[in-house]
């Protein structure tokens, strides 16, 4: 996490690819606060399923969706390691481990970008009344 500005997304990568646009950045953001939560529940139910294939799709899918919103450094080793023990099928002994730091950083990023939406909609409305 950033301490200096105690947040835990970090849109650099997004404002480059969106050269700023903030209309682009919501959409973005507006499909990660969607889609991350729901893929979790996936990666969540294939871990109790035993779905080794699954997991392995589902982890490595989850790596593009972090990396936009900067979250890649604090959830890439987590969803490494679940993309390589499920390949091998090794035993699942760090699959809880990494899904429960995956959903705690989950609930911070996603009630971060929802925060992020309102300033954008905020900033959308004063400029509508200028």
């Known amino acids: 996490?950033?301490?200096?500005?105690?947040?835990?997304?970090?849109?650099?990568?997004?404002?480059?690819?969106?050269?700023?646009?903030?209309?682009?950045?919501?959409?973005?953001?507006?499909?990660?606060?969607?889609q991350f939560p729901e893929e979790l529940q996936q990666i969540e139910v294939a871990i109790t399923e035993g779905n080794m294939q699954r997991i392995k799709s589902l982890a490595h899918g989850i790596k593009s969706t972090v990396a936009y919103l900067g979250l890649g450094d604090k959830l890439h080793p987590y969803l490494h390691r679940m993309e390589k023990e499920s390949a091998t099928n090794e035993c699942p002994s760090h699959y809880e481990e990494d899904l429960q730091e995956l959903k705690n950083v989950c609930s911070k990023a996603v009630h971060e970008a929802q925060q992020l939406i309102e300033t954008f909609q905020e900033n959308s409305d004063l400029h509508k009344k200028n």
């Open 1 to 34: 996490m950033d301490a200096k500005a105690g947040k835990i997304l970090d849109l650099t990568y997004l404002n480059e690819i969106s050269g700023g646009n903030e209309s682009f950045q919501g959409t973005i953001i507006r499909q990660f606060i969607e």
